[in-house]
């Protein structure tokens, strides 16, 4: 076989790390920069805060060797490979993240008992045997955060035999859960919707509770599809009655578990802004939020130590691994104040052009004032990427003189009126849902009847395209918004 050298040429975009860094630094908000910032000064020991003075209990001459005239051959380590002579300034290994009269605050957290633990501790109050407690264990770690056991018993049946050796049948676990389900708060350990509901009614009495009862026992599908006449007809009741009925069901938890707050669900968490405008003198003006945010800097110390080691201009071989470790430190240092330092410059020049690009909006708090703008108008504003902008705005918060938002909620597409005039998507969406907070319940308005709503107001929309903003409002169709 015939061996051939050939040439060929390829053109590649790759990442360096420190660009690597950037990006990944871009996306997070502020509060959990400072967890990553935490992290990094773990992890480094070159790299402290601001207000740390550095400490060496070692002399830094200990790692350069004493003897000056011992030999050394050509394969020994030379400290010219790894250290730049040259003097670095020090704003470049510094980078100041808040104002010198702001404090250092950690940010205050509470911890309290959670859904699973509160049911683990009815369990332990119960009249179970020990097989049973254990079984019982089984079936409430299956139990998620809602409240539901959305695992058919014979998985869980299957996995008993797997997991724990143990053959369980399917009607001792029914049994098992029977005694979940009496446990606090009602509802808990139901298997879907209805017989949640039912099992919350099951420990309320009266009249209202038996129809609620009924109307969710043989008429849940109905009841769901809000096909009122079918339900009065069937049970011969007046529509008062049937009113009364439902509302009853309407007033019960279809998540039993929710009453349990969550630290990981989002709808617990405390929202920080990253950016803070304020109208001073009239005029509007943008800060980054970096209260708890530590001041950095490189440990003077390290950078004496190299620089010692330097003037020796040659160290032992066994020393080679000690001074690399250092200097990769060192580097990684830098690196991260450098990273932090363009993160800041890149988010306020992004949320700086936004602002200019929506500088009625933010004048006044109006909705209205919103213009059309996509991505790719700041990404040419700014000469950075569409990527960049995407990052920048990915779960980032501003606060504003008239309420917090996500920066997410500045960008929308644009659709021109009948006189010519380019409007956003965001003011059709407000108007459409003013027409539905408006609209009768008792006939409520179909998408068609929207559709020429806004046309009337010069806004010509498709019947489709208002079905897919009031789809994307979390607005049901008029069917299911229909009231008695």
């Not at 609209?439 to 068609?448: R, Y």
């Not at 009847?449 to 169709?477: C, F, G, H, M, W």
């Amino acid at each position: 076989m015939e061996q051939k050298l050939t040439l060929q040429q390829k053109l590649l975009q790759k990442l360096s790390p420190q660009q690597i860094q950037v990006i990944k630094l871009l996306e997070i908000p502020t509060m959990q920069l400072e967890q990553r910032i935490k992290k990094e000064l773990e992890e480094n020991p070159v790299l402290e805060l601001e207000s740390d003075s550095p400490v060496m209990d070692d002399d830094p001459s200990d790692f350069s060797d004493s003897d000056e005239n011992r030999d050394v051959d050509n394969e020994e380590f030379s400290m010219e490979d790894y250290y730049e002579d040259e003097e670095i300034p020090t704003y470049k290994l510094n980078t100041n993240n808040f104002s010198k009269d702001d404090k250092y605050e950690d940010v205050p957290f509470s911890v309290g008992t959670s859904f699973n633990e509160f049911l683990s501790e009815q369990l332990s109050l119960s009249e179970l045997n020990e097989k049973e407690q254990q079984l019982a264990e089984y079936v409430l770690g299956n139990i998620d955060d809602d409240g539901y056991l959305r695992r058919d018993l014979m998985s869980i049946s299957d996995d008993l035999a797997f997991n724990m050796n143990l053959d369980v049948p399917e009607e001792e676990l029914e049994k098992i859960l029977k005694v979940i389900q009496d446990f606090d708060p009602p509802g808990v350990g139901a298997r879907d919707l209805r017989e949640s509901l039912i099992l919350q009614l099951d420990r309320k009495e009266g009249p209202d509770y038996k129809l609620a009862k009924t109307i969710v026992k043989d008429f849940f599908p109905e009841f769901t599809k809000k096909h009122y006449d079918k339900i009065r007809s069937k049970l011969e009741i007046s529509e008062e009655e049937l009113k009364d009925g439902i509302n009853q069901v309407l007033k019960l938890n279809p998540k039993p578990g929710s009453s349990y707050s969550n630290p990981l669900n989002k709808s617990n968490q405390h929202i920080v802004p990253d950016f803070i405008l304020e109208i001073v003198d009239g005029e509007l003006s943008l800060s980054l939020n970096q209260r708890n945010v530590p001041e950095l800097k490189v440990n003077d110390a390290y950078q004496e130590m190299l620089k010692t080691m330097s003037e020796n201009q040659k160290a032992k071989k066994n020393d080679k691994e000690a001074l690399l470790f250092v200097k990769q430190k060192l580097d990684s240092a830098k690196w991260f104040i450098d990273a932090i330092h363009q993160r800041q410059t890149t988010l306020l020049l992004t949320m700086s052009e936004i602002i200019s690009f929506q500088k009625e909006f933010f004048q006044e708090g109006d909705e209205a004032k919103l213009r059309p703008m996509i991505l790719k108008d700041i990404a040419e504003r700014t000469n950075l990427d569409i990527s960049t902008i995407s990052r920048v705005s990915n779960s980032k918060y501003i606060q504003t003189h008239f309420g917090i938002y996500p920066l997410k909620y500045f960008f929308s597409e644009g659709m021109q009126k009948d006189d010519g005039e380019e409007v956003s998507t965001r003011e059709i969406k407000k108007i459409l849902k003013e027409c539905i907070e408006n609209e009768d319940k008792h006939k409520p308005l179909t998408d068609e009847k929207l559709a020429s709503i806004l046309k009337e107001k010069s806004y010509n929309i498709a019947r489709r395209t208002v079905a897919k903003y009031r789809e994307q409002l979390d607005i049901p169709v008029a069917r299911l918004r229909k009231e008695l």
